[in-house]
């Protein structure tokens, strides 16, 4: 009874320390089962995502084996085998099993001799399949028996049969089975033995779409024949009764392989509950199992993509929301062992007194326990009650509402929690008994804040010096490493290092401020001292006379700016990075992508996107792969033909990619001049030129391509070059429609890639024919922009005009001159009219340059579609939409000056394969609508809506933002009553002072001051700190967690941005309580000071 008033006595003497360790404590385990609660119900709302999405084809295991000979033994023991690996891995996640065996292809027909045995006969096949009785109707008949009967030597068993599958052509005759029918097979195998099928009944299923069917019910009721047995007719599916394959058919397939196949349909309810981390071991170990038992089987896991997948989202919404979870749970422990130290520090004389009493230090702590119990124990069961009822109703809030979508948060109880609560008490009870053992054994009063502080253990002994460097270690693997990857298979490795990351560099943000703190006020104090007011003086003495005690504070708010950083950095800059990896990605509103890779976009598709209502803007594009060079093994490199000018108007391009914006790139690459067309005569008939070459290079062969007003190209021969000055003619073809145009003159020889024969090319006129009347398209009196097709020699095709000295063709003073070296593409060369001067504009990548080593200035030729093009860097760009340089060099360019130049060689047409949209949003739905119309077989990537997915998707950006606005305001209350409870021992400690303070002059105003100063240099010291320790955090951690599935950095990079309002928030509060307690302190003291006068008048 003493013992117990004692600790009733003791709790009213501390009970503004015992309210804040119950609030601390309350908080603490609060936020742990809040956060870890919230992540569990995000995982079943991701769970519940996957089984929706999974269909009836792929909620379910098949296992599934060819190789297993019809014996009992053997279908025994693996079924054994089965049960067993089943149980052990899957237990109650499987809901139903269904086994089944369908048997090998037989000759079938009324009799033996009837049986059709020609290859495109129809083949029977026997299936037995459990449960098959419950999801069929029979419409003719009854279901097949068990038993097996005897004509003869001859077994006889029951079958059904499909209704979709009654009807056959035998031997060229229509066949209608009917239940009574005898049936006579034979294996196809052995070709040996007899059979006798009676059939009993014709049924239909009852629910195409239950899961029964796999999804796939014509595969199993009727199946088509084999692709190598292409014009086969159907096969006959006999159902037999359970059991009947053993016990019906081994006689006749005894030791012939059957295809045996095991569904196991899973518990969708159970399967929601389990996480998928879990789930992927447990498939994983399940299908080990089963190759062990089935060595040349086919294990098919219908939910591991997807949950491997949901995992893998998992993980992105976890760490962010562990890393800022692990810095709200580091302000409230620092919140609870400072009010832990506050009472331990207001108890000391009493304890002492105590033990100077004849007490026990084991029965001081015992009662100190026996105090505390209630106090932690009491709040931290309500913490978890309230952090149920919490996350429960949290999805009625407006903002939650909006993402899930009906969803919501419930959860189950979760014995784990328990477990948390378990491992705190312990930690707090072995913390505060080792405080209380060292608080009882103090040779000195040092624990009074008039005494300075003795230095802590971790500074006598240098601890903070090893963790700081520790904490250069971790920062140095962090950068160095990659520590979240995504392997193609799906799987996720996460270096642990990363989650410890956060509490690390706070740590030794933490130990380097107390360094740092003591120095700076004792510097402030001896440099200032003679040019300071005497309270500042005082303030910054004390400050530096026990800056352990001013730690206190001043490290709380550090936590606490740092959290309001990281939560505003974290979840700000990985926010704005989804977003812009979405519009990096999509280049525009709509993105079009061909997946045909004959036609690509073709002409009708671009008139369609033209005439769609709503389409303010669009670029055709080309993406394709180059090589460096002539000789094939250059290096790679990344293509991307845009339309510049339209580009640059509809695409999202940020000012960091390059020193130049958009419109100013776009205009470097823009070949919006061309050529005036050679357009040919209407009613031409015929295209013929003067022509010879010098010296004489037999079957060297003269081109002219020509393209149509249907943008077809024609590449029609005039024959072998002469030696001498010959008119060489051809027919220009019939099918071409007016205007022609001229694309390009050309010569062809059929040799390798550098095994043309050097000569010069003479060309006078280029004549056409109409109406038997000639008339000249090109006469090269002037130079007309002709310039050489690159080959394989890069530019080694060179034009020019000389005068001629012979009068050939029409009248005129020149001709041209076409050297022709070695150098070919696939045995053509010639030439081609430009303005560019022989070469396409193009913007590179940054690293373009260091990895190819060609430079600004140099005119270089790739390998592009099998063709040679010459290009010329005019500017670069580090980023470019849809393009990676982190996987090869790209380049930029016009793609109709690239089209254009790929189709003078008149051998292969190309076309854009990809377009990109800017549409009227008002107009969305009618727009998508039209082009899914045009666009029926392509991917169409359609911007708003992947915003909008990472915008209501709780596994994505919404659940960062929920998950950082918890932390925060759990942060910020935990300041406002840690603050709190310092302010108020401190405020107490200086009213006790107020004596001292009158007797050497310091009023009340400056003791004001003295108490505005110390908070001054506490809260501008733990925000500078916990700004600076904030961002090191976030930038470390960023660096790490930005990657793509391979372990790359993300396209674009992130910009760290950060969200300064909760650090106003925080300043606010702080600012509010300062003054609160320093009007609270004033007001104290007129009273003290009032009575102390009265006392001294009496």
């Known amino acids: ?156 068993v029951e079958a059904a049969i499909y209704v979709g599958r009654s009807s056959f052509r035998q031997k060229d005759k229509l066949v209608e089975l009917t239940s009574g029918d005898l049936l006579s097979v034979t294996p196809e195998i052995s070709k040996f033995g007899e059979l006798q099928v009676k059939i009993t009944g014709i049924f239909t299923e009852q629910d195409r779409n239950d899961e029964y069917w796999l999804d796939s019910i014509e595969t199993i009721l009727a199946p088509t024949p084999p692709q190598e047995f292409a014009g086969r007719e159907p096969p006959l599916m006999l159902f037999v009764g359970s059991g009947m394959m053993l016990k019906g058919l081994s006689s006749l397939n005894a030791g012939l392989p059957i295809n045996f196949t095991e569904i196991l349909f899973f518990d969708k309810e159970k399967l929601i509950l389990q996480r998928p981390s879990d789930l992927v071991n447990k498939f994983s170990k399940f299908e080990r199992r089963v190759n062990l038992i089935l060595p040349r089987s086919s294990v098919m896991i219908g939910p591991e993509a997807r949950v491997k997948k949901n995992q893998s989202r998992m993980v992105m919404l976890t760490l962010p929301s562990l890393l800022i979870g692990s810095i709200a749970l580091s302000v409230i422990v620092y919140y609870l062992l400072m009010i832990l130290d506050l009472m331990i520090r207001k108890n000391t004389s009493q304890n002492i007194m105590l033990r100077n009493r004849g007490m026990s230090t084991k029965t001081i702590i015992i009662l100190k326990c026996c105090e505390l119990i209630p106090v932690v124990v009491i709040p931290s069961i309500v913490g978890i009650l309230f952090a149920m009822i919490f996350v429960n109703v949290i999805d009625s809030l407006p903002v939650m509402k909006s993402i899930l979508h009906g969803r919501n948060l419930s959860v189950p109880f979760y014995y784990e929690i328990v477990w948390f609560l378990g491992y705190f008490l312990v930690a707090f009870f072995s913390v505060f008994i080792a405080v209380m053992y060292k608080a009882l054994h103090l040779g000195t009063v040092t624990y009074m804040n008039q005494r300075p502080n003795t230095r802590p253990f971790f500074q006598k002994y240098f601890v903070d010096i090893f963790v700081i460097i520790f904490g250069v270690i971790i920062w140095w693997e962090m950068d160095s490493r990659v520590l979240l990857n995504f392997k193609n298979t799906g799987d996720l490795t996460l270096d642990p290092v990363l989650l410890i990351s956060p509490a690390i560099f706070i740590i030794v943000c933490t130990f380097i401020l107390l360094r740092i703190f003591s120095i700076f006020a004792a510097s402030l104090l001896y440099f200032w001292s003679n040019r300071m007011p005497v309270p500042e003086i005082i303030a910054l003495y004390r400050l530096s006379r026990n800056s352990f005690w001013y730690s206190w504070p001043m490290i709380l708010i550090m936590l606490t700016t740092g959290l309001t950083v990281v939560a505003g950095s974290l979840t700000y800059t990985l926010r704005q990075s989804s977003y812009e990896q979405i519009l990096y990605d999509n280049g525009s509103s709509i993105r079009i992508i061909s997946t045909r890779p004959n036609t690509g976009i073709t002409f009708e598709n671009i008139k369609s996107i033209e005439a769609i209502n709503g389409v303010k803007s669009f670029s055709t594009a080309l993406r394709l792969s180059g090589k460096i060079g002539t000789t094939g093994s250059g290096i790679n490199f990344d293509l991307l033909g845009i339309q510049p000018t339209q580009f640059a108007g509809i695409s999202w391009f940020r000012d960091d990619f390059s020193e130049y914006s958009l419109p100013q790139l776009m205009s470097k690459i823009s070949v919006s001049s061309i050529p005036t067309s050679i357009e040919l005569p209407l009613m031409s008939t015929k295209i013929g030129a003067w022509t010879k070459q010098d010296p004489y290079v037999e079957d060297h062969f003269f081109w002219i391509v020509l393209r149509d ?213 008002t107009k969305r739905p009618n727009i998508l609508s039209n082009i899914n119309d045009v666009f029926k077989s392509d991917r ?79 809260v501008v010291f733990g925000v500078l700190g916990g700004v600076v320790s904030g961002l090191f955090t976030s930038i470390i951690t960023l660096n790490s967690v930005t990657r793509s599935y391979f372990g790359e950095k993300l396209l674009p990079p992130y910009i760290l941005q950060i969200d300064w309002i909760p650090l106003v928030f925080v300043l606010i509060f702080i600012s509010a309580i300062i003054l609160v307690f320093v009007l609270f302190a004033v007001i104290r003291d007129t009273t003290v000071i009032n009575i102390s006068k009265l006392y001294s008048r009496n």
């Open 1 to 156: 009874m003493q013992i117990f008033r004692y600790v009733i006595l003791s709790t009213k003497n501390d009970f503004q320390f015992v309210i804040g360790l119950a609030l601390a404590c309350f908080l603490l385990i609060f936020t742990i089962s809040t956060g870890y609660l919230y992540l569990k119900s995000l995982e079943i709302i991701g769970m519940e995502d996957v089984v929706h999405r999974l269909g009836s084809s792929r909620s379910n295991i098949q296992v599934n084996s060819n190789w297993i000979p019809l014996q009992t033994n053997e279908l025994s023991d693996i079924s054994k085998s089965l049960n067993d690996a089943v149980d052990d891995q899957m237990g109650s996640l499987i809901k139903t099993r269904s086994t089944r065996m369908k048997s090998g292809p037989h000759f079938w027909g009324f009799s033996k001799n009837t049986q059709d045995v020609m290859p495109s006969a129809s083949r029977a096949h026997f299936q037995e399949l459990d449960g098959f009785g419950n999801h069929v109707d029979f419409i003719q008949g009854i279901p097949p028996s068990a038993s097996i009967s005897k004509n003869g030597e001859v077994v006889t």
């Open 709 to 921: 007003a249907n943008d077809r190209q024609f590449t029609v021969t005039l024959g072998q070059i002469p030696e001498e000055w010959t008119y060489l003619e051809t027919d220009i073809p019939e099918t071409a429609t007016h205007p022609i145009e001229i694309v390009s003159l050309q010569t062809y020889m059929q040799v390798s890639l550098d095994g043309g024969y050097p000569t010069t090319w003479f060309i006078d006129d280029v004549l056409v024919k109409k109406n038997n009347e000639q008339s000249p398209v090109i006469d090269f009196e002037k130079e007309e922009l002709w310039t050489g097709l690159p080959t394989s020699n890069g530019i080694d095709v060179f034009f020019t005009t000389i005068h001629e000295k012979e009068q050939v063709g029409f009248k005129g003073n020149t001709i041209g001159k076409i050297h022709l070296d070695k150098g070919t593409d696939t045995g053509i060369r010639g030439i081609y009219r430009t303005f560019t001067g022989g070469f396409i504009p193009v913007l590179t990548s940054q690293n373009f340059s260091d990895t190819t080593g060609i430079n600004g200035d140099d005119i270089f030729v790739a390998e592009v579609n099998g063709g040679y093009v010459p290009l010329k860097p005019v500017g670069t760009t580090q980023y470019f939409p849809t393009m990676n340089p982190n996987r090869s060099p790209f380049v930029i360019l016009d793609v109709d000056a690239v089209l254009d130049f790929i189709e003078l060689r008149g051998l292969t047409y190309s076309s854009p394969n990809e377009i990109f949209v800017d549409i009227d949003h």
């Open 940 to 1018: 169409i990537m359609d911007q708003e809506q992947r915003l909008d997915g990472l915008s209501i998707d709780p596994l994505t950006v919404a659940g960062w933002n929920v998950m950082s606005q918890i932390a925060l305001w759990i942060g910020l209350s935990t300041l406002v009553l840690a603050y709190v409870s310092f302010m108020k021992t401190h405020t107490k400690e200086m009213l006790k002072e107020s004596t001292l303070f009158n007797s050497i002059g310091v009023g009340k105003i400056r003791r004001t001051r003295i108490l505005l100063m110390e908070n001054l240099v506490i």
